[in-house]
Each structure stands twice: as C-alpha cells, then as structure tokens.
C-alpha cells in the first residue's frame, strides 16, 4: 500500500522535510537533475530524491558534498529548518540503548 500525500505529511520529520525542500529548490536553481547530481556527489538517485521528499536522514557528510557539488555553503542549505528542543524529534534516539537503573549495593546472604 502506498501512504497516500495527508500521511505521509503527518509521519515526515520537520527538519529532514525542510532540508529537503531546500535541497531540491537549491538543485534546481543549479539547473541540475537529480540525476545529474547524484551523479556527481556519487550517491543513488533515488537517495536524491528521498532526501528532496523528507524521507531520509542524510549523513552531515552526506550534506556537505551536496553543497560542494551545488556550490553553496552548509548554511545556505539549512536555512529555514526549524530547531527542535532536546527529545523531541523521532529517530534514532528513541531506538538508542536506554542507561541501566542504578542498582543497589546489597550483600547477598
């Protein structure tokens, strides 16, 4: 089954949907197809366009040869992606190894 648009809007990550959107404005504007840039920063075009649609989670180098291959600066990319307080974003963290409970030092009898 595929999500249809309403959902996949509701379960996509403001900051990856932002960078996306940024990322596909900025291509354009370089005239580039997602072809041609994936081509170039030697990544799969289908990572192009999951990354444009919101859906993954590129790599920080993944973002930095991007904006060598678009010619722009890191900042130029991230403008305009909201910032979200500490926790309050789904992903990994939620899937990270929890700290063990402290536990009490007790002599066995």
Do not use: W
């Amino acid at each position: 089954m595929t999500p249809t648009p309403e959902h996949e809007s509701t379960t996509k990550n403001p900051v990856f949907t932002s960078i996306g959107q940024n990322l596909k404005k900025i291509r354009i504007a370089a005239g580039m197809s997602q072809a041609e840039l994936a081509f170039a920063a030697e990544i799969n075009r289908t990572f192009v366009s999951s990354i444009e649609r919101g859906l993954s989670n590129p790599s920080l180098l993944t973002l930095a040869i991007l904006c060598d291959v678009l010619k722009v600066t890191m900042p130029e990319l991230v403008t305009g992606v909201p910032s979200c307080p500490p926790g309050t974003i789904e992903g990994r963290r939620g899937n990270a190894a929890k700290p063990k409970r402290p536990t009490l030092n007790r002599r066995l009898r």
